[in-house]
């Protein structure tokens, strides 16, 4: 898998201009190359089995934006280092090197990724010129000086890891190890499907979190239950025409309702069960579920037995949406503008059958309100939509009940974050 196709790979920065400047360029026989737009030493460590690619080396420049791309191989991997020096945001680079892989690639299938305002990742599947291979991507803002840094893996699924390791362990960007915080292994399971549930944030106490922290929440302190229809802040995904829908208070057993602890959907027959000891349903509340005709979506509606957060459970077809296409549309500023109320996105991500995005608004009371909405594809063709709401400092523990303490069609729910992801998140 050497030196594939580098003219191809090549394509995934802004450029097209070469920047012809009296530049040195990395050799085979050499272990350290010094960046000629960074001015920091690349080294590949001391083991001679890492080689640069001098015959991929570029530096580009137009405008106001440079890239400097720097290759070397080990293994059955190609690596790309790309230095970026030009006012970039973490999602524009993203979405120009996706929107390169689907063109100049016969194929192109992201697995997982995660986009935050320093930081963005992906690994997909790809096949070029009808051989397939692994991509897998890793943006950071500002790591090298004032320069943005990507690095990029081309490889076999089953050698992912291992020579991603090997790489981490020797090559340094001025000083600093090539992906101090990616777990090569968890990676790697996501690609092979061994481990579905892993991330590629490796858990340290040391290394640096790839998400933002949230300010510390104003006054959070109720604890007494709250009144669902006060908490609503804009934020379910049916907030059409709930006024004009029959949905009569305490006919919940001709609306799919089987106990005090499962739901039926009357339109596609996915069940919802959750544990009495953290979950309720609100019987009191007029619109605990919600029928739609048209477009047709069943929706539940659950609170937490200790007052501290609420989930509106939403069943639909899929309506040709994807993981990929509802991530991206969820962190879209169409969909900011929805909101009656301020709402602003802190990330998204996906796996191959989950979707999900957190972003902090505010209730009825104006008090903030942090919300993780997932989408969670079944196997028949049905959406199982997980809106799961609470304090900024409370999030946690709620998605931790919803996490325990809910079932769908009899199996634990499967969703994109554990707790601990949404726990580093919300900042607690």
């Known amino acids: 898998m050497k030196r594939i196709a580098f003219s191809v790979l090549l394509a995934l920065g802004l450029l097209s201009a070469s920047w012809l400047a009296a530049v040195a360029q990395p050799t085979e026989t050499e272990s350290t190359f010094t960046s000629g737009l960074a001015g920091d030493v690349i080294d590949l460590g001391n083991s001679g089995e890492i080689v640069f690619l001098p015959e991929a080396y570029e530096l580009n420049r137009r405008s106001l934006v440079a890239e400097?791309?720097?290759?070397?191989?080990?293994?059955?991997?190609?690596?790309?280092?790309?230095?970026?020096?030009?006012?970039?945001?973490?999602?524009?680079?993203?979405?120009?090197?996706?929107?390169?892989?689907?063109?100049?690639?016969?194929?192109?299938?992201?697995?997982?990724?995660?986009?935050?305002?320093?930081?963005?990742?992906?690994?997909?599947?790809?096949?070029?010129?009808?051989?397939?291979?692994?991509?897998?991507?890793?943006?950071?803002?500002?790591?090298?000086?004032?320069?943005?840094?990507?690095?990029?893996?081309?490889?076999?699924?089953?050698?992912?890891?291992?020579?991603?390791?090997?790489?981490?362990?020797?090559?340094?960007?001025?000083?600093?190890?090539?992906?101090?915080?990616?777990?090569?292994?968890?990676?790697?399971?996501?690609?092979?499907?061994?481990?579905?549930?892993?991330?590629?944030?490796?858990?340290?106490?040391?290394?640096?979190?790839?998400?933002?922290?949230?300010?510390?929440?104003?006054?959070?302190?109720?604890?007494?239950?709250?009144?669902?229809?006060?908490?609503?802040?804009?934020?379910?995904?049916?907030?059409?025409?709930?006024?004009?829908?029959?949905?009569?208070?305490?006919?919940?057993?001709?609306?799919?309702?089987?106990?005090?602890?499962?739901?039926?959907?009357p339109s596609f027959g996915v069940s919802v069960e959750w544990d009495a000891a953290t979950w309720v349903f609100p019987i009191d509340y007029e619109y605990a579920i919600y029928l739609n005709d048209d477009p047709v979506y069943d929706v539940v509606t659950i609170e937490t037995t200790d007052g501290l957060g609420y989930a509106f459970v939403t069943v639909e077809n899929t309506g040709g949406n994807t993981p990929i296409s509802l991530a991206g549309y969820w962190a879209s500023p169409e969909y900011a503008d929805t909101f009656e109320a301020t709402m602003t996105v802190v990330e998204t991500a996906t796996t191959r059958t989950t979707a999900s995005v957190v972003y902090e608004t505010v209730n009825a009371r104006e008090q903030p309100l942090y919300v993780v909405l997932t989408a969670t594809f079944l196997d028949d063709g049905t959406v199982v939509y997980s809106q799961i709401s609470a304090a900024p400092d409370t999030i946690h523990v709620v998605y931790g009940h919803y996490v325990d303490g809910v079932q769908v069609n009899g199996e634990p729910i499967n969703l994109t974050y554990t707790v601990d992801d949404i726990a580093e998140i919300s900042g607690n």
């Open 68 to 265: 400097e791309y720097v290759w070397f191989t080990y293994g059955l991997s190609n690596f790309e280092l790309v230095l970026i020096e030009g006012e970039l945001t973490t999602s524009d680079y993203f979405d120009l090197t996706i929107g390169n892989m689907m063109e100049f690639y016969d194929s192109f299938e992201i697995l997982e990724q995660r986009v935050v305002e320093d930081h963005a990742w992906f690994v997909a599947n790809a096949v070029f010129e009808g051989t397939p291979l692994v991509v897998f991507y890793d943006f950071q803002l500002d790591a090298v000086g004032d320069l943005d840094l990507v690095v990029m893996q081309f490889t076999d699924a089953e050698q992912l890891a291992a020579d991603m390791e090997f790489v981490q362990s020797e090559v340094s960007v001025g000083g600093n190890a090539l992906l101090p915080d990616t777990n090569a292994q968890a990676v790697q399971s996501l690609v092979t499907g061994e481990v579905a549930s892993a991330t590629p944030e490796r858990a340290t106490a040391e290394a640096a979190t790839v998400h933002p922290r949230i300010a510390e929440p104003g006054n959070s302190t109720e604890t007494t239950t709250p009144d669902v229809g006060d908490l609503i802040a804009d934020a379910t995904p049916q907030s059409d025409g709930i006024a004009g829908t029959a949905v009569a208070g305490g006919d919940w057993e001709t609306m799919g309702l089987v106990s005090g602890t499962e739901w039926v959907s």
